[in-house]
């Protein structure tokens, strides 16, 4: 299974624990509207922000995100924990089309060649999760990396994989009309399926001079378009705070 949905990926792995706290299956279920016509960079009005530090303090904060949610850290960045130990039992993971395994990954690693690239996660109640990364990039390269982002979008409408254990997941991806934000913006949403469970990945992708910002809010329930479109206006505006002239 891909880095596709961040926070579905650990939550998804919970089924039986999610299982028990979802909702009767009443209740209406997230949809998906069409993918939404891909949208052109605008020129690079500030050049990029080529220290690592600089970008990742120009990320949101527990202070701009709602009450409950704090950050995750990395064990091996964050804490100095040596690497996860390889284990004997082999990989199931899968993604069919293979391309859609894109869809989602951090910035930096669909389009290589930024100048600086960071990223922040935050774990809230109830399985969710809000998740920021960004990539800036010289030369113009922001136009060509929003350009690479919005092609793994082809062909993954509707797609399936399967997770390390082997067990079937299933994904739903199409627009999701957000206001535009900063330079330029897109945004989608993917609907995780596994086992009768469904996490929803309410995701806005923006530009920002020489920079890309993804964020991706995951729940069982929508975020919520007011709150997910003053999130990303903050993170726009602090990473434009902290771009160059």
């Known amino acids: 299974m891909s880095t596709t949905a961040r926070a579905c990926a650990a939550a998804l792995a919970a089924l039986p624990l999610l299982a028990a706290c979802s909702g009767s299956a009443d209740e209406v279920q997230p949809t998906v509207a069409p993918l939404p016509a891909p949208v052109t960079a605008a020129a690079a009005g500030s050049g990029p922000i080529t220290d690592p530090a600089r970008l990742r303090a120009a990320l949101l904060t527990p202070a701009d995100l709602p009450t409950g949610f704090a950050p995750l850290a990395d064990p091996v960045a964050d804490l100095g924990l040596p690497p996860a130990p390889e284990y004997d039992a082999a990989d199931r993971s899968s993604t069919d089309p293979q391309a859609c395994a894109a869809v989602l990954r951090e910035v930096a690693d669909q389009a290589p060649g930024s100048a600086a690239r960071a990223v922040a996660r935050f774990g809230g109640p109830d399985f969710t999760s809000i998740d920021i990364d960004a990539a800036s990039y010289p030369d113009g390269g922001a136009a060509a990396a929003l350009a690479r982002v919005q092609e793994a979008f082809d062909g993954c409408a509707e797609y399936r994989g399967t997770d390390a254990d082997g067990f079937a997941v299933q994904y ?67 990473v434009r705070a902290a771009s160059p002239a």
Not at 188 to 207: E, H, Y
Not at 209 to 228: K, R, Y
């Open 172 to 238: 739903r991806l199409g627009g999701l009309g957000q206001p535009p934000v900063g330079d330029a913006s897109t945004s989608v949403r993917l609907l995780t399926s596994s086992d009768g469970v469904t996490m929803t990945s309410d995701v806005i992708i923006a530009q920002v001079g020489s920079t890309l910002i993804q964020l991706v809010a995951s729940g069982q329930e929508p975020i919520g378009a007011d709150l997910l479109g003053r999130l990303a206006g903050t993170a726009v505006d602090r």
